[in-house]
């Protein structure tokens, strides 16, 4: 088992404040009258990128306390490139749920496209099948950890429960470890062009260096927390800068963390303690460097 991989991935799980999850499938079903999407937003019992592997009952509670049959104001959402914001809000979700298909439980989502000029292109985005990758926006409630050997014996035997229902168990053969996902707090569905593990690609921070990108998160942050002090504007719409504020942290996170573990690597030390980081004064630090 590679532990220092291993190690990394447990300190960056505990680090997470807004985490995304993709898979490339093809939408199910398209109703071009109705203009309803089925799709499926994630599949369970696949151990993916980051090594983890949701199951069955993961996303149930927030389904059952923001999915589209909840009593809840601010509701799950399907948006594209898990953008915050009301122009990127690709159809409004009436069926949310784990459902088996094909012989694999996946969470399922029916969405319709609302009649509008981007929402005809969203349609029929999906219906040339232009879109075929869907991301999930979520928080880590409780996890477990797996590895095929090793002296804690809560995780071999954790291993030996879990392994039998890994679909790609080729993964977990290669790097003897992986996580058991029990149960995440689902925020949004996002349609995107690939199936990635970050959030930057899709939130306007691209081919811009280090402290560009630092400036314009942090005067997005700045904006965001005015927005949210005033507390003028409707729940659905102070969930969504509730939302979009805890991806630009963890986008803040990222940037910084990744310049530590590069510079670790350079000089060949340990990556930093991610338990010891405190996202508050990391960005008042990134504010005094800028």
């Not at 999850?21 to 151990?47: A, C, P, S």
């Not at 996002?190 to 990635?196: A, L």
Request: charged share 30%; hydrophobic share 35%; glycine share 6%.
């Amino acid at each position: 088992m590679d532990t220092k991989l291993f190690e990394r991935l447990v300190q960056k799980k505990q680090s997470t404040i807004y985490g995304v999850k993709g898979i490339e499938q093809k939408v199910l079903e398209i109703d071009m009258n109705k203009r309803n999407v089925e799709g499926i937003f994630n599949t369970f019992y696949w151990i993916d990128q980051e090594f983890d592997m949701l199951v069955s009952g993961a996303a149930t509670r927030s389904i059952q306390h923001s999915g589209p049959h909840s009593n809840a104001t601010a509701k799950i959402k399907h948006l594209a490139d898990h953008i915050m914001r009301t122009d990127f809000v690709v159809g409004k979700l009436t069926e949310l749920e784990e459902k088996e298909i094909d012989g694999i439980m996946r969470i399922w989502f029916v969405s319709n496209i609302p009649e509008s000029t981007k929402g005809n292109d969203h349609l029929i985005n999906y219906q040339s099948e232009i879109y075929d990758n869907h991301s999930i926006g979520f928080r880590y409630v409780k996890y477990i950890v797996c590895t095929k050997d090793g002296e804690n014996e809560d995780y071999v035997t954790n291993w030996n429960e879990w392994y039998p229902q890994v679909i790609n168990k080729e993964a977990a053969d290669k790097y003897e470890f992986f996580f058991v996902v029990k149960e995440i707090e689902l925020w949004e569905g996002s349609v995107v062009m690939f199936g990635m593990n970050e959030l930057t690609p899709y939130i306007g921070v691209k081919s811009k260096d280090k402290n560009m990108q630092l400036i314009e998160l942090n005067d997005r942050l700045d904006n965001l927390t005015k927005a949210l002090r005033s507390g003028s504007q409707s729940d659905d719409t102070m969930k969504m800068l509730e939302l979009q504020e805890k991806q630009i942290k963890q986008m803040l996170q990222d940037i910084v963390l990744k310049e530590s573990f590069e510079k670790c690597t350079q000089i060949k030390t340990d990556p930093p303690d991610l338990n010891t980081l405190d996202v508050s004064k990391l960005i008042g630090n990134i504010n005094v460097k800028i």
